[in-house]
């Protein structure tokens, strides 16, 4: 009888499916797939799914400069259509996203496997997600700032029922149930996550899942982040003058809480140098100043649209 020794083995079926939207980021994108790749000695079958959402030229290059990458693209602009065309495609049971600019840590795809085997009762998940400093020890003054107030991945979790996609695991079957992400006009993790627990679906923290990711290079791309933040919150008053009132009001106290602020920035533990906790508290200032005049100016003009419609195109 003929040995099948030398035969090829069958490739093994995928356990996770990796789905990245992907606009204008090629240096962030081979660095992701980089990390991504140097995971597939743990063990863990894994497929990578890369969304193009209608980049100036296409990441095809740096895709197929890796291996097993599939390249999709989505013509409707935002990260949401995006990864729902990811999810569509995908061939794994379990489903994560992450966006083309993180940097998942070693074990991240093993880490999320284990956490969903060992937890059947959890639909979905989020990971851990920190800055990726430029100068290790030696911060920027937003990258002291979103090392506390922009990544607050155990928070969403725990208290507002939802995982941000920049680190988030499902189980294919939990998606589609819940059905797509919303457009760019959304929060579409919040607002996917909380419509999941909604039905009954259970979240779960990964701590040890964690990926890093590059701070906002300047003040006005971290304004136009608030930006969509505060125009989706606007969105969430409807048409009533009181609650337009009320927003208003809360404007003065949002210009007012830096003060209660600073105790958090100086016990924070991702901070390290006295300088680098002075540093965050002058760039929060800055933001919550430019929040409280954003939350006025709309109130005046409820021209909401102007602060999403170009968010990330740019």
């Not at 989505?74 to 996203?97: D, E, H, K």
């Not at 906790?277 to 800055?286: G, N, Q, S, V």
Request: overall charge positive.
């Amino acid at each position: 009888m003929e040995s099948n020794d030398d035969m090829p083995t069958p490739a093994q079926a995928p356990r996770l499916s990796v789905i990245i939207p992907h606009l204008n980021e090629p240096h962030d994108l081979a660095r992701c797939l980089g990390a991504l790749t140097a995971q597939r000695t743990d063990g863990t079958a894994f497929e990578i799914i890369v969304v193009d959402n209608g980049s100036r030229e296409s990441p095809g290059a740096i895709c197929a400069s890796f291996p097993d990458v599939r390249l999709e693209t989505q013509s409707i602009p935002g990260p949401g259509p995006a990864r729902n065309r990811g999810a569509t495609v995908a061939n794994a049971p379990l489903l994560a996203f992450m966006d083309a600019d993180c940097i998942p840590e070693p074990g991240w795809v093993r880490a999320i496997v284990k956490f969903m085997d060992d937890k059947p009762e959890v639909g979905f998940a989020g990971g851990d997600i920190r800055i990726l400093s430029n100068h290790v020890g030696r911060l920027t003054s937003i990258e002291a700032y979103e090392s506390i107030y922009s990544y607050r991945a155990r928070l969403y979790v725990e208290r507002y029922g939802f995982a941000a996609t920049g680190n988030m695991a499902v189980r294919a079957s939990v998606f589609h149930h819940v059905g797509p992400f919303g457009g760019i006009a959304s929060m579409e993790d919040t607002e996917w996550g909380q419509r999941a627990t909604g039905l009954g679906h259970r979240i779960g923290y990964i701590e040890a899942a964690c990926v890093r990711t590059p701070s906002c290079k300047s003040f006005s791309e971290l304004a136009r982040r608030w930006d969509r933040h505060i125009a989706h919150e606007y969105r969430q008053l409807g048409d009533r003058p009181v609650r337009t009132l009320a927003w208003a009001s809360s404007s003065v106290l949002v210009a007012a809480s830096p003060v209660v602020e600073i105790i958090r920035i100086l016990r924070s533990d991702r901070l390290g140098r006295s300088r680098n906790r002075f540093l965050a508290i002058a760039c929060l200032t800055r933001v919550r100043l430019y929040r409280a005049w954003r939350m006025l100016t709309l109130a005046l003009t409820r021209d909401v649209d102007a602060l999403t419609v170009n968010w990330n195109r740019s």
